[in-house]
């Protein structure tokens, strides 16, 4: 198979690559000549796990190459991908299709012979049969159908996430196009991997619906460890003891600062809007938008409250600031509202991350960068854990507490006991949904 793959963002690059892995002839194509330049000198602009080493073999078999030329690409190909960005729009909450539409006309006037255009973007309800309309209207003789193959790959694993996925859902409307879809994933049909085939509405859907599921999992045992604070639970044994029913499953139940990231912030948004549209309000989410981001100002009170009242003049280390390990990515990380309102309160802050700095160092002003954690703890008045990055996972607690000017540590990842915290030395402590101290 000819694949085209429009826009190399953390989707459309993943997506690519994989797709060549499997053997077939993909060209990834971007409008960010930065991009597409670092690409072909073999660089990879993002940062995956795994993702260069798949890349560079892929390159070296001929069946993978990137170029700014989205013509030259489309032509010929048996399938185009539509993986462009569709953040929240400016304003009113709704999904920005501005790029996914543009990146349509542009394909349908490339279009050369029988061709399925497929949306891999986030979309609402809709997008695939207006995207039918662009390319009608922008070429009226072309030969083509549409659709629509959400993504559902996770950031920090994402090469694993699309060679083995839990399924691959497909939306289309004619045999013709479900046979080109059949071949490209072919080889995960022969692996036994299920893919939903469904009409373009329900593909879209389910995408949102999945989404929205999952931020609300994570809200919901985020505000039962608002609650555990209050009674005295301890919400990391709340947390296994309700994942061990089957019917609820153990993943995303874990407490935390509050869902950030480039996905559920904006999904749930859209989700909300599209319900409001449709006068069928989507009231859970819209419940969970609200709650989630009360979780995430409620860390700020706490950090105040471990600081003694007031931030002013403390020197605070921050260990992670992107939304989560494994990526570069902090888009909507709790790491924007927190890090800035320390700043904003006097604090003198020091950030740790071991790949966040290239992003952060533009949204995260006023702070200063140091590559060590143990260097950001000494001197300090206080150590916040706010990404679980695995160089975060097994600190030398005492080393760390014996250096600073107050051993105080605000853990909103649950990482370490609070029965170590204390043997380490720490003074004061708190977490997500247990006991602190201090
Ligand atoms: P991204 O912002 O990282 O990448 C988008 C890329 O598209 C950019 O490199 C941009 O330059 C390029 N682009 C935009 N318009 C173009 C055009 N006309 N021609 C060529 N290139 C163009 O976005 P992303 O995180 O990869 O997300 C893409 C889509 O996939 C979104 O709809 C998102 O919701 C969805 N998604 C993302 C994830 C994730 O974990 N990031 C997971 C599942 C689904």
Known sequence: MKIAMVGTGYVGLVSGVCFSDFGHEVVCIDKDPRKIEMLMRGEVPIYE???????ARNVAAGRLSFTGDLAGAVA??????????????RGDGHADLS??????????????????????????????RQVAEVVSKANPAAE???ASNPEFLREGAAIDDFMRPDRVVVGVESDRARAVMSDIYRPLFLREFPIVYTDLESAEMIKYAANAFLATKIT?????????ERVGADIKAVSKGMGLDGRIGNKF???????????????????ARIGQDHASPCAITETVIEVNDRVKRRMIDKLVDLCGGSVNGKTVAVLGVTFKPNTDDMREAPA????????????????????GRREGEHLLPGVDWVEDPYAAAREADALVILTEWNEFRALDLGQMARSMATPRLADLRN??????????????????GRRGFG
């Open 99 to 128: 790029y996914v539409m543009a990146a349509a006309e542009e394909i349908a006037k490339a279009l050369t012979g029988y061709c399925v255009i497929v949306t891999k973007s986030t979309v609402p309800v809709g997008t695939n």
């Open 415 to 432: 990482i370490y006991p609070p029965e170590d915290v204390r043997a380490a030395g720490f003074e004061a402590y708190v977490a997500v």
């Open 76 to 89: 010929g190909a048996d399938a185009v991908f539509i993986a462009v960005g569709t953040p929240t729009r």
């Open 253 to 271: 139940l874990h407490a935390g600062p509050g869902y950030g990231g480039s996905c559920f912030p904006k999904d749930t948004n859209a989700l």
């Open 49 to 55: 796990p795994g993702l260069e080493t798949v890349m």
């Open 144 to 146: 083509f159908d549409v």
């Open 336 to 355: 924007l509202t927190i890090v800035p309102a320390l700043v904003g309160g006097g604090a003198k802050v020091r950030v740790v991350d071991p790949q």
């Open 220 to 228: 919901f045992i985020n505000e039962m460890a608002m609650l555990c």
